[in-house]
């Protein structure tokens, strides 16, 4: 039994499970000792949970996700047990700061941007929700890449998460599955010609208020035979220990590719590994304790985030047809009746389709099955043609559709969309299967846990509840018209960016005004997501500031980050042209003191958690129809900044929450993008209209920012002069209106303060709560197993 005190807690912790003496413990030792008391008392709620699934043999949820951007762990688990106050003073008492103590966790970057930091969210709703629920995904040993600047270029490094122990996880070696690659299929079966073991990592996710603890339960790659004796004594030593080595690999690095599939045998090797894993968990659970498979549907539902766990569908119609006997068409409905698939894009370049000589060589099986699903698929709806197969491919958005007993969109326009362009036709054939859930952010960690100001402001106000209940901020709005209270809210957001600034020095060096506007796009770098109009329109401002510096500039400061695909040059061009342009623009003197632009390296979760709760202006500024819902939108609007932003995704549901009044609205409309599209040479066309415009393009085309290579950015020129298929210059003219709307607004101290406040007030509905009780209800069918409140 850990001691009840939590300070005992935490010595008894460094002293014995780290064997430190407290008169020399680092903060490392402290963090661990942290790190372990907190996870006692999770493990105590972890376990009442699995208890109380068992005995009520309730649904269960499986979230299938190839990514978990998690972030930290420390501070969240602190947090929602309640315990941030005694850990503070425990720590104080031995001279260490909290802060310093939590923010020596490394983040667990196991993903590359919305879609694994959507499936973390889930992950802590679901725990606040007490919905019994797995996350299944693969144990990375490296995360994605650590950037860095070397003359304004990112330079990837390795990420090295797990170099240092890892508190959160227990390893479970008797929690392992044999996997199979290759061989040769029959009608009935298929006999691998390798085999390579996924073994399980349990970390527990506890909810708000400790109330209820779920398990993510992440797979690593080893090997079944992973030292070979004969070769090490024929003197081959790394022989011997190759099959560990190859089993490991699978297991061993996060693709850095967002939004763009790679079609690499390694991939489709890591898609089969995690997603055949956990179906064979999850019958194994189911099986050990009901005997009639075909309950399956009433105990089991599947999320698949996205198509990169689409196999799971054809690995679960084999274990059930194959290994166990059932009838093929009834372990096709039995698998539909399970499975459900989230659509996150509709990127051509990013819908996943295999070559089926590479399918077929690593799955021989899975593509026999496949063929079979869609056959019987035609067969019964002969007047389309839909199709999972064609072109020698096989195609995971139509499988998974299939597969699927509800698929999903991520925002109302996205959903839309999905009906008219990727699944128009499936769609026809089956109506009533895609339905919308407008993806949410967990207000623990995006507001209560990284703005605290903020978060003491609202408590103070209206009292704790809606840390646990969004919604509840709306209660906020008629205080939104004190002025004391504006004032108040005004300070929080005052301090957070003294607070930026002083880490923008300490980390980079540079000199920041918190008076000025903080102005921020954070995500992956992405043409469709426009860094390049941003920078653009700073280039534009600048040279209108140097034009007139005494006239009445509202001061910016423009924040970027993000990382680019190593592979996507024209997303690191941008890079570079942001790093050019700021060194440029931020050692002219005429305009120092009314603008500075930074671009910070290595944009991370613990990154967004510093920065969103001292921004001003959010950026959401992609092509119309791209960007599926966006989640980083609503966790600034939520801390209080306006977004000036394009109808893209959940931004038009933002809006229509927080009040067009609230929003810097600009640009085309999903439908006004494709006619645009069509105008012959659209984009010299919006060049020749808009002087600032053609000046700014002319400026990089010239060189001014890159004075030893004058033609370092004709890519991007030429691409912005041409083609422009994202629309840059087409809404350039418009995006200036918005940008000097909200200069206007800003100079209005009070005026800027109560956008801002109503945005914190009205956006509560972008909680994932909400997201996730859309779940439970309209597709999973599952319920909160919480003991309601006495
Ligand atoms: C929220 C978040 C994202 C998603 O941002 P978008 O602006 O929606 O693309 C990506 N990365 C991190 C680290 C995040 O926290």
Request: aromatic fraction near 10%; charged fraction near 25%; charge should be negative.
């Amino acid at each position: 039994m850990p001691p009840k005190d939590f300070r005992d807690a935490i010595v008894t912790h460094l002293t014995y499970s780290l064997g430190k003496d407290p008169d020399h413990a680092t903060v490392f030792d402290w963090r661990m000792a942290l790190s372990f008391a907190v996870r006692d008392r999770i493990v105590d709620a972890w376990m009442a949970s699995t208890r109380r699934t068992y005995a009520k043999d309730a649904k269960r949820v499986y979230y299938l996700s190839m990514e978990f951007l998690i972030g930290r762990l420390l501070e969240d688990g602190v947090i929602n047990l309640g315990l941030e106050d005694e850990a503070r003073r425990a720590l104080e008492g031995f001279g260490l700061n909290f802060t310093d103590v939590v923010t020596d966790e490394p983040d667990a970057a196991l993903g590359n941007g919305g879609l694994g930091r959507l499936a973390a969210c889930f992950m802590e709703s679901l725990s606040s929700l007490g919905c019994p629920a797995f996350g299944y995904g693969i144990r990375y040993e490296h995360g994605l890449f650590r950037q860095s600047f070397e003359n304004g270029r990112q330079m990837e490094a390795p990420e090295t998460w797990l170099q240092q122990p890892h508190p959160w996880e227990f390893e479970r070696p008797e929690a392992r599955f044999l996997l199979g690659f290759g061989g040769t299929a029959t009608a009935t079966g298929w006999t691998p010609a390798e085999t390579v073991y996924a073994e399980a990592y349990d970390t527990p996710i506890v909810g708000w208020q400790g109330r209820w603890a779920n398990t993510l339960r992440l797979w690593s790659g080893r090997a079944v035979d992973p030292f070979n004796l004969e070769k090490f004594n024929a003197g081959e030593f790394t022989a011997a220990t190759e099959g560990e080595a190859l089993a490991r690999t699978i297991s061993r690095v996060l693709y850095p590719e967002d939004s763009t599939e790679i079609g690499k045998a390694l991939r489709i090797k890591q898609e089969y590994f995690f997603s055949a894993a956990s179906v064979h968990d999850i019958l194994r659970r189911f099986e050990a304790e009901h005997a009639d498979l075909g309950l399956l549907p009433s105990k089991v539902a599947i999320q698949l985030n996205d198509t990169h766990p689409a196999i799971a569908g054809p690995e679960l119609i084999r274990l059930l047809h194959d290994a166990r006997g059932m009838d093929f068409d009834e372990a096709v409905r039995i698998a539909q009746g399970c499975l459900n698939y989230t659509n996150h894009t509709l990127l051509p370049e990013a819908l996943e389709s295999w070559d089926e000589t590479l399918f077929g060589e690593l799955l021989p099986r899975h593509l026999q099955i496949i063929d079979r699903v869609d056959a019987a698929h035609a067969k019964a709806h002969p007047k389309r043609k839909v199709s999972a197969r064609g072109d020698g491919r096989v195609k995971m958005g139509e499988l998974s559709f299939i597969l699927a007993n509800r698929v999903n969109g991520v925002s109302a326009l996205h959903t839309g969309l999905m009906k008219t362009t990727v699944f128009k036709d499936l769609n026809s054939l089956h109506p009533e299967k895609i339905i919308n859930e407008t993806n949410g952010v967990t207000p623990r960690r995006w507001l209560h846990n990284c703005n605290p100001g903020l978060s003491a402001l609202i408590t103070d106000t209206i009292g704790d509840g809606w840390i646990g209940d969004l919604e509840q901020l709306e209660i906020l709005v008629p205080h939104v018209d004190d002025a004391g209270w504006l004032e108040r809210y005004a300070a929080v957001k005052t301090a957070n960016k003294a607070a930026l600034s002083d880490w923008v020095m300490d980390a980079h060096g540079l000199k920041l005004d918190p008076q000025a506007m903080f102005d921020v796009q954070i995500k992956r770098i992405h043409e469709y997501k426009r860094q390049h109009l941003n920078i653009l329109e700073t280039i534009a401002l600048w040279q209108e500031m140097k034009d007139t510096p005494n006239a009445d500039w509202t001061p910016r400061v423009k924040l970027f980050a993000g990382k680019a695909a190593p592979g996507y040059f024209f997303a690191k061009e941008i890079i570079h042209l942001i790093n050019d342009a700021a060194a440029v623009i931020n050692a002219d003197k005429t305009t120092n003191d009314k603008l500075k632009v930074a671009f910070l390296p290595n944009y991370n979760v613990s990154m967004a958690e510093r920065l969103i709760p001292a921004s001003d202006l959010s950026e959401q500024i992609s092509t119309a129809g791209k960007e599926a819902s966006g989640t980083g939108n609503m966790k600034f609007a939520l801390n209080g900044a306006p977004t000036v932003g394009t109808l893209d995704g959940a931004n038009v549901e933002i809006r229509e929450r927080v009040g067009a009044e609230n929003f810097f609205l600009f640009g085309m409309t999903a439908d006004e993008v494709e006619a645009r599209r069509a105008i012959k040479n659209h984009a010299a066309k919006a060049v020749a209209a808009d002087p600032r415009l053609k000046r700014a393009i002319d400026a990089v085309a010239k060189g001014v920012f890159s004075p030893g290579e004058k033609a370092r950015y004709k890519g991007i020129v030429d691409n912005l002069t041409g083609p422009d298929y994202f629309l840059v210059t087409s809404d350039f003219t418009d995006y200036w209106r918005a940008q000097r709307d909200a200069d206007a607004v800003f100079t209005d101290t009070a005026a800027w303060s109560k956008m801002a406040a109503m945005n914190t007030a009205l956006s509560g509905w972008f909680s994932s709560d909400r997201t996730i009780r859309g779940y439970m209800a309209d597709i999973w069918g599952a319920e909160s197993l919480l003991e309601k409140d006495a």
